[in-house]
């Protein structure tokens, strides 16, 4: 665990436990702009290598590990709502990245496939594909992993955040 801030000695009196309260609150507002300073910087790397947002190299990678995945089933992959998934598509394909084929009894379901040129990118790009914040909270313990999902359901509670927020790719923020 970084320590950013040395921690002040214990002392029973409010003011010195007030001030011991600001330093742990500022410890952790630092630590929080270093996750957030990784995710950014990990999406201009990948962007400036490759051209195309993190969030579409997820979506292109998702694409070429199941092919004639569906809208709704790429949004699944990615836990993000379906007008997101469909936003990329749109994007992705206007690139000639991605191809949107109609086949099957249902013609109003695609499918979705890797052109040439999505394959090349993901050659490119620098992993994890997904980012790097998902990579480090799949490699918790449950443990760990519950811990952190409460006291950060306590912090979204104080700061009264719309859940709509939740289903937005950190790229595309």
């Known amino acids: ?7 002040l000695p214990p002392d029973d009196t409010t003011a010195d436990l007030d001030a011991q309260d600001a330093y742990a609150a500022a410890r952790v507002l630092r630590q929080f702009r270093l996750v957030f300073n ?8 990948v962007e400036k290598k490759v051209g195309v947002g993190g969030a ?13 995945i569906g809208v709704h089933g790429l949004a699944r992959a ?7 998934a469909s936003n990329l598509v749109k994007s992705l394909t206007d690139q000639g990245l991605l191809q949107v084929r109609k086949e099957g009894p249902d013609r109003r379901a695609v499918q979705l496939h890797l052109l040439p040129p999505g394959h090349e990118i993901l ?8 980012g790097v914040l998902p990579q480090a909270l799949a490699s918790l313990d449950a ?5 952190l999902e409460q006291d950060l ?21």
């Open 143 to 147: 443990v760990t992993l519950a811990r």
């Open 78 to 84: 990615m836990d993000v709502r379906q007008p997101t």
């Open 123 to 130: 050659q490119r790009a620098p992993g994890p594909f997904a």
């Open 38 to 45: 990784v995710v950014k910087t990990h999406f201009q790397q």
């Open 153 to 173: 359901g306590q912090l979204i509670g104080r700061l009264g955040a719309d859940d709509r927020g939740a289903g937005i790719p950190l790229a595309q923020m």
């Open 1 to 7: 665990m970084h320590s950013l801030n040395p921690v």
């Open 56 to 68: 579409q190299v997820w979506a292109l990678h998702v694409v070429s590990q199941q092919p004639g």
